[in-house]
């Protein structure tokens, strides 16, 4: 344990370094993802225009929403995205290869090469909007919420790694793996809405559980915001559905990589 | 101007991406996430409302609404063709376009052409799929004028988003990274051009901004018209506007290629 912090520390201090050295992509990549928030922020203002709540959700209740799901899914692209969606390029190529014979563990070799620095600041902007929804909500969170919020974030963004994870695995069966890539975006479009949208079906059920992309923002606002539904229920189904995401994730690349067949050698 | 080496083009496009089917199909399974999302929200608005409508739209229109963006998005927006001309250009491609007797906005163009028509193909089944699942929410036009002019504006908007996803790929004759660029643009077109609502329930200060700027006639404009949500005059200058743009974007595409070639190195030639 105590080598793969040393080996991601090393990791950590060369992608600041290689993104200092890049400062108007750093800034422009900023400005991308600052502009698809307000576009969301947009969207709330829009609908409420029309509604003052959405199922049980008020207006700020779902900015909460909005700005948790922007934390969640700026920290996964802080520590992950860049790999994982490289993943596809790497088993194209035959680059796999030099991943694989690294003394360290597979998953963990090609999950946590690169990190991103934009996209730290981007979560900072979503705990600020967490926190500007928080006053507008009149709610102050007692330091159990908090504490229950911040590994529950960590879960969310254990789901986030998990899925795309899988999606980029499939590259070993399909060549051209955009389509994957678009895959995540897709399936994590619903996780900014509010959860009694989804009724109580079939589709709630699978995307609660199977790819549970409903819980991963929905139950850490829940769990700071609205303090009187009861918390330990909720922890526990995140707790769940990641734990059931990563092993999946990690038993389905164990089972793609016994039949990857390297492109080049 | 010899046709036959454009169909050509066309011909090659088509198979190219054939190879790729599973990609595309996997794309628009995805793709229906976000459009389940979407019914669902509005579903919850209706129902919140006590089935009052937004802005002239009930439940059932609203979804058909967004059925239709799914459709036309299949048809028109360009999915790979600014990262491919970007990468023709970064990696010197260019050369060979350069020193032949093509035509590279003709031969761009027919291989957009042979994109959209096979990605709606292969998108098909799952779109009619939809659209028969919704079938009772369908309300076609009634009279062949708004057919004919609906197909008209549809074609104008493919050229707009074609013409522009053209004209920013050229930046790659100055820049190496045309990425952020790009996304920054499909950031406004995603929230303007009625992806993720229809334009006219946005307030109304805004809307009079929106007539003006080209995103609206990127997707919103045909389908309003498909709609008879625009009608009279609204859509006799409507699709001026949008001539205008076709105009102004076509013209972009046109000078930054001329003004690109000028600059271009031809690097790894």
Known sequence: MKRYLEIYGIMLRNSVIREMSFKANFVLWMAVELLWFAGQIIFIEVLFQYVDRIGDWTKWEVVLLVGTHQLIGQLFQAFFYVNVANLPELVRTGKLDFMLLLPVDSQFAVSTRQFGMDNVVNALVGVGIVIFALAKMHVTPGALQIAMYIPAVALGVAVHYSIMFFLSTISFWIVRAQGLIYGYYNLFNIARYPDSIFGRGIFRFVFSWIIPVIVVANIPARLLGRIFDAPLPLLAHLLGAAALAVGLSRAFWHFALKRYSSASS | MNLRKYAKVFDIGLQNTFVYRWNFLLRSLFGLVPLAGTVLIWRSIFHQRGGADVAGYDYRAMVWYFLLTVLVDNLITPTEDEWQIAADIREGQMNAFLVKPVNYLGYRLSLYGSYRLLYTVVTLV???????????????????????????????????????????????????????????????????????FPLDIMPVWLQSTLRILPFTYEMFFPIAIFLGKVTGADLWSGLAIQTGWLFLTWLAAYTMFHRGVRHYQAVGG
């Open chain 2, 126 to 196: 799952p779109v009619a799929a939809l659209i028969w699942f919704f079938h009772s929410f369908v309300v076609l036009p009634a009279s062949t004028l708004t057919w004919v002019l609906s197909a008209v504006s549809l074609a104008m908007a493919g050229l707009i988003q074609f013409f522009i996803a053209y004209s920013l790929a050229m930046l790659a004759f100055w820049i190496l990274e045309i990425s952020t660029v790009v996304f920054i643009l499909y950031s406004f077109e995603y929230f303007l051009s009625g992806h993720t």
